[in-house]
């Protein structure tokens, strides 16, 4: 069963800036500059059916190129940070492309 999220892919200059101010934090890892990107919507572990209708769905979004601005950063932790995480702002186009992929997702 396939665990899925929905995610934008971040420019290549901007994943390499994010590696380049990489902190020392015990017990974090960060995950190789090509793997970041920003979680729209987390959805789970699917079946494939479920999976294959949810990713024809979301082929049907269409959005416009957005600007997105970092707005922080931090990390979910419990004992130790084991997800770290930039904020990101990307006004009404962003917040259109998420209601989008909510839509996808309970439908």
């Not at 500059?33 to 990713?55: P, S, Y």
């Not at 959005?63 to 009404?92: D, M, Q």
């Amino acid at each position: 069963m396939p665990r899925l999220f929905t995610a934008l892919e971040l420019p290549q200059a901007l994943r390499m800036h994010l590696s380049l101010i990489r902190a020392p934090i015990h017990g974090a890892k960060w995950v190789e500059a090509e793997n970041m990107h920003i979680t729209l919507r987390f959805v789970g572990d699917l079946d494939e059916r479920t999976a294959d209708d949810f990713a024809a769905r979301l082929g049907d979004i269409r959005a416009e190129p957005l600007a997105i601005t970092i707005a922080g950063v931090g990390a979910f932790a419990g004992r130790e940070a084991r997800v770290l995480w930039a904020g990101v702002e990307g006004g009404a186009e962003l917040d259109q492309l998420h209601r989008a992929n909510e839509r996808a997702a309970r439908a």
